[in-house]
């Protein structure tokens, strides 16, 4: 009986122990699998933040989404929203690209009086809807009125180059190109107008001249978007940033 006892009292010491063994080893494998997703999460956000910016840079490339994980598709939306804000608000009358691109289309850009707009308009407007004046305006030599640092800043700003090279843009600045050499824009000098030696061409330019100017800023108009297209795309953005914000986040899969 004794003996029996004996080996019953080994035989649950070994299990116990066996379990135990298991136990701990289970939890080591756990702990270094849960480290190593740790591990894999950060350096994914770091290849993230290399690739595609931090903050963001929009548009999203497919990268970028792809390196984003469960957020790609929200982040796909925010940058179709930002886009459509761009195309919807960066072309607007009176706005700072616009006057920046009519004095180009103009060829009076690189003039002192233009460079002086230009760099008067960009800095009253501090929050632009233009991804270009915003590369303006964090380039300091830019601020202070250097024009080819403007260029630069332009040309090495990948959300300035996207909304540049993109169709919408590219059809409305063509429009502003022609309309400024529209006929009705090319208003003559006196000087020009006729030979004769009365001042009857001079009277006429100038009593014509204010009427030549709204038929010109008319047809430059044409070629913009309007105050409300670009409300409606910055209503789509703001609605769009105010869910993602009392929206619970998508559980990690």
């Given at each position: 009986?004794?003996?029996?006892?004996?080996?019953?009292?080994?035989?649950?010491?070994?299990v116990?122990v066996?379990?135990?063994?298991?136990?701990?080893?289970?939890?080591?494998?756990?702990a270094?699998?849960?480290?190593?997703?740790?591990k894999?999460?950060?350096?994914?956000?770091?290849a993230?933040?290399?690739?595609?910016?931090?903050?963001?840079?929009?548009?999203l490339?497919?990268?970028?989404?792809?390196?984003?994980?469960?957020q790609?598709?929200?982040?796909?939306?925010?940058?179709?929203?930002?886009?459509?804000?761009?195309?919807?608000?960066?072309?607007?009358?009176?706005?700072?690209?616009?006057?920046?691109?009519?004095?180009?289309a103009?060829?009076?850009?690189?003039?002192?009086i233009?460079?002086k707009?230009?760099?008067?308009?960009?800095?009253?407007?501090?929050?632009?809807?233009?991804?270009?004046?915003?590369?303006?305006?964090?380039d300091?030599?830019?601020?202070?009125g250097?024009?080819?640092?403007?260029?630069?800043?332009?040309n090495?700003?990948?959300?300035c180059?996207?909304?540049?090279?993109?169709?919408?843009?590219?059809?409305?600045?063509?429009?502003?190109d022609r309309?400024?050499h529209?006929?009705?824009?090319?208003?003559?000098?006196?000087?020009?107008?006729?030979?004769?030696?009365?001042?009857?061409?001079s009277a006429?330019?100038?009593?014509?001249?204010?009427?030549?100017?709204?038929?010109?800023?008319?047809?430059e108009?044409?070629?913009?978007?309007t105050f409300d297209?670009?409300?409606?795309?910055?209503?789509?953005l703001?609605?769009?940033?105010?869910?993602?914000?009392?929206t619970?986040?998508?559980?990690?899969?």
């Amino acid at each position: 009986m004794r003996a029996t006892l004996t080996t019953w009292f080994v035989l649950v010491s070994i299990v116990a122990v066996s379990s135990c063994g298991s136990s701990a080893k289970k939890a080591e494998e756990e702990a270094a699998a849960a480290d190593a997703a740790q591990k894999a999460a950060v350096a994914q956000r770091e290849a993230f933040k290399k690739r595609c910016g931090d903050p963001v840079r929009f548009p999203l490339s497919d990268e970028c989404a792809r390196l984003a994980g469960d957020q790609g598709p929200d982040l796909r939306r925010q940058s179709d929203l930002t886009v459509a804000v761009w195309r919807g608000c960066a072309l607007t009358p009176s706005s700072a690209e616009t006057i920046r691109q009519e004095l180009f289309a103009k060829g009076s850009a690189k003039s002192a009086i233009g460079q002086k707009m230009i760099g008067e308009m960009e800095r009253t407007e501090q929050h632009s809807d233009s991804p270009c004046v915003v590369a303006d305006l964090r380039d300091l030599d830019c601020v202070a009125g250097n024009s080819e640092s403007c260029e630069n800043a332009r040309n090495s700003d990948p959300e300035c180059l996207a909304w540049m090279n993109d169709n919408d843009t590219q059809a409305r600045l063509h429009c502003l190109d022609r309309a400024v050499h529209d006929s009705t824009c090319a208003a003559k000098a006196p000087a020009e107008d006729s030979d004769q030696d009365d001042d009857s061409s001079s009277a006429n330019y100038f009593s014509d001249s204010p009427a030549r100017a709204e038929d010109c800023r008319r047809i430059e108009k044409a070629c913009l978007h309007t105050f409300d297209e670009c409300a409606n795309a910055k209503d789509a953005l703001d609605a769009f940033l105010k869910q993602q914000k009392t929206t619970p986040p998508r559980p990690a899969q």
